[in-house]
């Protein structure tokens, strides 16, 4: 009798659930204002989203409607729609198992679950999109918001309708970019200012008329890097290819050096010396990059080349980090003695970083370099541009379409 009671009285609560709107009620203060968040479109499990169930090439990529709605595990977390994401080198090395057992470390660093169990993987590094989803602890941000982010390599990334981060990765859009625009910056931007801020030492208060030389400047990183130099003050001088020449200039290079035309260094080893190299290129540059830096005077050597991933990935993670040190070290104490500096520049995701990028967008100072746009259907074909290489800006995907994107 008690048992029917409980079924029927448990079967209208679940009829009027299922018309009631839903709403949570838990709530969060900013300042004195009290907020709802609405979980609605929480109750959705699956989304669209481009996965890969193995490493290897193009034929790996698999679209799915039914990948894993993300779920917000910490407070500091938002979810986010995503309207546009942008496609790297790095996503194209990550679908052929680059990193993997660093990133895997980084996603279970106690080695709990099974080999295997990041897919199906997500990519994509870039996103931009709005917020539709906050943690009780966000208080930057709210629902609705257009931001941008590059997501660090261990998460799922933005080739989905939807993915979680967190909010200090985050940082409002600027204005003035459609979201296709947007989702070419954050990714190549976060590297540059980890590059040339946090390794470089350079800042806007700094950096007037000192000489930077970029190698490989043509592409994501490089693009981005001489629109903030300049915007600092700086002399850059790029390497490129002859057919890329008006692209670099056009973005504000003072000097160009076709690397077609002649070994590279001739021509740069007849101008004045440089404060800052920043290193896209890597293999038989460090032979004789470094010996075009003002010697005894702080000046160095970034490159953004490492073996570190490929290191970890041949040799373990404990052989592969102290083989890794040994080289840096090695490395660092061999130039010092010639009076520069030796460093390697990582990838850091900073939504920090990213507000102050944001206000040199909207100021006009720096611009998106997308070089191609292909629609969601089209992942693969935009996999296969990006892997071509010779890039002239950035390779964007459309994901779904917002206000702002027909610009």
Request: hydrophobic share 40%.
């Amino acid at each position: 009798m008690m048992s029917s009671l409980r079924q029927l009285v448990c079967s209208r609560w679940l009829s009027y659930l299922s018309k009631a709107p839903s709403v949570n009620t838990s709530v969060s203060r900013h300042g004195s204002q009290t907020r709802l968040f609405s979980t609605t479109h929480s109750c959705m499990t699956i989304m669209p989203a481009w996965v890969i169930d193995k490493y290897g090439g193009n034929d790996v990529l698999r679209f799915t409607k039914n990948a894993s709605f993300p779920i917000i595990h910490y407070p500091n977390e938002v979810i986010v729609k995503v309207h546009a994401a942008g496609l790297n080198p790095l996503d194209v090395s990550m679908r052929g198992g680059y990193g993997a057992a660093t990133l895997s470390m980084k996603r279970d660093p106690l080695n709990i679950k099974q080999t295997g169990s990041e897919f199906p993987l997500i990519l994509g590094r870039d996103v931009s999109g709005v917020v539709m989803e906050c943690g009780l602890d966000v208080k930057y941000f709210k629902e609705g918001d257009e931001v941008w982010a590059a997501i660090p390599p261990w998460k799922q990334g933005s080739l989905a309708e939807f993915v979680v981060l967190s909010a200090n990765e985050v940082s409002r859009k600027p204005k003035s970019l459609s979201h296709a625009e947007a989702a070419a910056v954050p990714y190549v931007a976060a590297t540059a200012w980890s590059a040339l801020v946090n390794t470089g030492g350079l800042t806007k208060d700094n950096c007037a008329k000192k000489r930077i030389l970029i190698l490989g400047g043509s592409g994501g990183v490089g693009t981005f890097s001489i629109q903030m130099l300049k915007a600092w003050g700086a002399h850059v001088t790029v390497t490129c290819s002859q057919n890329a020449e008006r692209l670099v200039r056009g973005l504000g290079a003072d000097h160009v050096v076709d690397y077609t035309a002649v070994p590279v260094e001739v021509p740069l080893g007849a101008l004045e010396k440089f404060d800052l190299i920043l290193d896209n290129v890597g293999g038989a540059t460090e032979q004789w990059a470094l010996g075009l830096l003002k010697p005894w005077s702080g000046a160095k050597y970034v490159t953004l080349v490492t073996p570190f991933l490929q290191n970890t990935d041949l040799l373990g993670i404990a052989d592969g980090m102290l083989q890794t040190g040994v080289t840096v070290a090695t490395k660092a104490l061999k130039h010092l003695t010639k009076g520069v500096h030796y460093r390697w520049g990582f990838f850091a995701p900073s939504g920090p970083a990213l507000d102050d990028i944001s206000e040199m967008v909207d100021a006009g100072q720096i611009r998106a370099v997308v070089e191609e746009q292909f629609p969601f259907s089209r992942v693969p074909q935009a996999f296969q541009k990006v892997e071509e290489g010779h890039a002239r800006g950035k390779t964007v995907v459309q994901i779904s379409r917002g206000d702002g994107d027909d610009s």
